[in-house]
């Protein structure tokens, strides 16, 4: 069995401390890696063992809890997923996720997005009320594959971090949470599309939207949120030319 | 809670120069500006098409001129950037389920591409 | 948050982005090569004329304008944001008026062939 590969990476990391600092600033760790790493790794090392007052978030260590998010080189990026194999100059830059402001360190202050998320009524609105004695719901493979790939959203908010017009305009929905929209309104159980549509449909919701596709590119879950985006535009469309031009349609 | 969290500031005009793929977003965006102006290229050469054949012959001529054919070259680049750009984003906008598969995006784009060529032909060889 | 009216501008926008997709680049070709005088048979002006006499002629000339014009206007209105600008309802009334302008002068030119 062959000895595994190390390497010594240093880690460009931007720190802030709300309670001593004006403004962030970057502190370089030299971290021995091992090849088969990832950058998570190397921040538990300096966790470990450099430097102890480093904050960061990560809990599953398998890019299904969304918790790890941060920009690796200019790149949005789970930390758990940023493997330092990939990293081949030897030094890579840490910093908190793009677009959030800085609580300490690595960590961003998340309420926006939740509150984003929660005012899409992320839940399914049932068409009519069921009782439990009428039975289950019925669902086709082809209806749960309309929605399912909207399901896999972890909600690490990376596709916010790559949004030049979240960036730039910070009261817009974004991505994930009008995906999310997209998932329940596409769900064939569903029939609260009307209630979201008040807030999607809205200058600030889907149309601040211009398909620059990043949120797409950087998602560790190939969600496609910039798919939805564009598929919920379509939809707003048709749905303004029908109460327009056939007010007397019911929806 | 924190009360001092540090907001970075992104530059509203230069934001795009910090990654090639904004800049190729912005690529795509400005091709816009070379299909106005042809545009309205189209609606003088109409007008002058109304004015009769002296007219229309002089558009011609200003189409020939240096300006005319650099300008003409230009908006081919970009025509054809937005073209590319527009048939490779089509299957994320308008997914055809078929039975209960999504219908593979690259035979959505050749589809397109193929479409592409067909009119393209059409159009050039409109005459004959 | 009241609901948007960019669906109506966003809709032409994609209506034109696909059109001009499909039909723009040929178009240039063919005033390229007037431009530079190739082939200068295909393309006359009593075969255009024609054309555009033609009720369909003028139907296809019309629709092709017309959705190129607000395709590159919506497009542009937000490019200009996109590059920093933030009058966006001055912006919009700039370059919408502009694809009007267009639309209206094309209505004129094709009625009077």
């Not at chain 1, 594959?145 to 817009?172: D, G, R, S, W």
């Not at chain 3, 369909?56 to 920093?84: E, P, Y």
């Amino acid at each position: 069995m062959s000895e595994l590969q190390q390497r010594q990476i240093q880690l460009e990391v931007l720190r802030y401390n709300p309670e001593t600092d004006t403004a962030p600033r970057y502190q370089t760790y030299s971290v021995p890696c091992l090849e088969e790493w990832v950058v998570l790794d190397a921040l538990n090392y300096i966790k470990d063992h450099l430097d102890p007052t480093l904050s960061y978030r990560w809990s599953c260590h398998m890019a299904v809890c969304g918790s790890c998010g941060m920009m690796v080189n200019g790149e949005p990026k789970l930390a758990c997923k940023a493997f330092i194999h990939e990293y081949q100059e030897g030094q890579i830059k840490v910093e908190p996720m793009a677009n959030f402001p800085i609580e300490r360190d690595l960590v961003t202050s998340v309420e926006d997005f939740i509150t984003k998320l929660a005012s899409v009524k992320p839940y399914l609105i049932p068409k009519e009320d069921k009782p439990v004695s009428a039975g289950e719901f019925k669902q086709t493979p082809a209806e749960l594959k309309k929605f399912k790939q909207y399901t896999l959203c972890i909600n690490c908010m990376l596709c916010y971090a790559a949004c030049p017009q979240y960036a730039l305009v910070p009261e817009f929905l974004g991505p994930a949470a009008i995906s999310m929209a997209h998932r329940y309104n596409q769900d064939s159980r569903d029939g609260g599309r009307d209630q979201r549509q008040e807030v999607i449909a809205s200058d600030e919701g889907v149309w601040e939207c211009s398909f620059v596709g990043a949120c797409s590119e950087v998602c560790p879950k190939h969600v496609d949120p910039a798919g939805a985006l564009q598929q919920v535009k379509v939809a707003s469309t048709i749905d303004w030319y029908k109460e327009h031009l056939m007010p007397w349609v019911k929806k | 809670m924190n009360s001092k969290p540090y907001v970075r500031e992104v530059s509203k005009t230069t934001w795009f120069l910090s990654h090639p793929r904004y800049k190729r977003y912005m690529a795509r965006e400005v091709t816009c500006i070379f299909i106005f102006a042809y545009t309205f290229l189209l609606i003088w050469g109409l007008g002058a098409l109304a004015n009769g054949q002296e007219a229309f012959g002089a558009f011609v001529q200003a189409l020939g001129s240096p300006l005319g054919v650099l300008f003409n070259v230009v908006v081919l680049i970009a025509t054809v950037y937005h073209s590319m750009s527009w048939f490779d984003v089509t299957p994320q906008a308008m997914p055809i389920q078929m039975g209960e598969e999504f219908v593979a995006g690259n035979i959505i784009v050749n589809a397109h591409y193929g479409a592409w060529a067909v009119v393209s032909l059409i159009i050039l060889f409109w005459g004959m | 948050m009241a609901k948007s009216n960019k669906p109506i501008f966003w809709g032409l926008f994609a209506a034109g982005g696909t059109v001009t997709a499909f039909v723009t680049p040929a178009l240039v070709l063919v005033t390229l090569f007037a431009a530079m005088r190739f082939n200068m048979d295909m393309f006359t002006y009593e075969s255009i004329h024609a054309f555009a006499g033609w009720w369909l002629g003028k139907l296809i000339i019309f629709g092709v304008i017309l959705v190129s014009l607000w395709h590159a206007a919506h497009r542009l209105r937000v490019t200009v944001h996109d590059f920093g600008v933030r009058a966006d309802k001055q912006v919009a009334i700039v370059v919408y008026s502009l694809a009007g302008l267009g639309t209206l002068l094309t209505l004129i030119y094709l009625l009077r062939i």
